[in-house]
């Protein structure tokens, strides 16, 4: 039915994603239909046309389902105005890339290094954007500091992933699990219930006291203070903070009741920065820890009927900028995530002419799963990734909004 009425519109269906989960210690997701260019020393016009050479012959002998990974220098920090210049051309050309292989479910990224820095220290973020499990990021520029990895081996971490009985949620959830990291649940009270449906449908890991449920209501001041109080006591630590819990009370700005803007902005932003600082003041985030925010493309382009619900999700992203440079120091990065169109139980009752037409506005003309933003909250919660810090990472398929 669904390609029926594609066919109605001229679009041919797409090729179906090629998605590959599995633990990051096994090391077999790294794909071999990956094509790496480094352009970093393009600083001229005949260095912009050898990598225009290289791409067009690497790109003639890739398959469906692929992987083009660049890297760059980031301009604002090369002094010489040519190199500069010709770097940031090199953004344009993967952002263009991304939209004409998108089709063939072929994704394209820029990664954006500082100068004189050795790529061997990346391979971490490498073998992420060359692997499966970044097959619904694509067209997107990347800025990566010094390379190093801090913090403990997932069978070590201790992660708190708020809204953790929902959709994205639950995928994230699972897959840090699946690392082997104790993980705690943090929602309200009343998801109890389907917190424990969660364990009980899930793997064995999951059912051998590595996942707990604490229920929380994080706009209350006690509350918030009552389930760190318990981290601390049980485990002592949080080494990665995902900040997932929201809603949406959608209304043009003209129509909307002020209880709508003042639950959202008190759910997916004030609940967010008031949970993180009081972590950070109690000294339960420790040198090598991670926070991760769930913004949204909605922060980044704006949606119609959501100015409650855009704002909160573009504040999350200046929130982790600016958060960042003072967290730095201490070792800890903090980031945020923007999904795109993502199948959630939400989404799902949508009308299908809509849902359809969502597909349609990404580079890889389909929709996107939570297990595709869990495999980006385990790829920033990764002792490899601390190059990631002040960073939104869009996973959209490449969406045209915002972009």
Known sequence: MKE?????????????????????????????????VDGRNVSNAAALKAIFNELQEGVKQIMANGKVLIY?????????????????????????????????????NLIKLPPNVDVKN?????EFFTSGRSAFITGQAVSANEASSSGREFSEKICVVTGGAGGIGSATV??????????????????????????SDTSASLSEGKVSFLGADLTKADARKQLLETIKEKHGRIDVLINNAGITRDKTLKNMPEHYWDSLIAINLTAVINLTEDALAMG??????????????????GNFGQTNYTATKAALIGYSASKSKELKSKGITINAIAPGYIETDMVKT??????????RLTSLAQAGKPEDIAEAMAFLAHPGAESINGQVLRVCGGSFLGA
């Open 4 to 36: 029926k009425i594609l066919s109605l519109f001229g679009f041919p269906p797409p090729t179906p994603l090629i998605k590959t989960y599995g633990p990051w210690k096994n090391g077999t997701t790294t794909v071999d239909n990956a094509l790496i």
């Open 72 to 108: 760059s220098i980031q301009p604002e920090l090369l002094e010489d105005v040519h190199h500069s210049t010709y770097q940031r051309s090199l953004e344009g050309i993967s952002r263009s890339l991304a939209k004409e292989l998108g089709g063939k479910g072929t994704t394209v």
């Open 122 to 126: 990346y391979k971490t973020v490498e």
């Open 174 to 199: 699972k897959r840090l699990a699946a690392e082997g990291a104790t993980v705690i649940i943090a929602d309200m009270p009343q998801m109890e219930e389907r917190a424990k449906t969660l364990l």
């Open 284 to 301: 339960l985030i420790p040198e090598g820890g991670r926070i991760i925010s769930t913004s949204s493309i909605s922060g980044i382009a």
């Open 350 to 359: 949508m009308p299908l002419m809509t849902r359809i037409f969502a597909e």
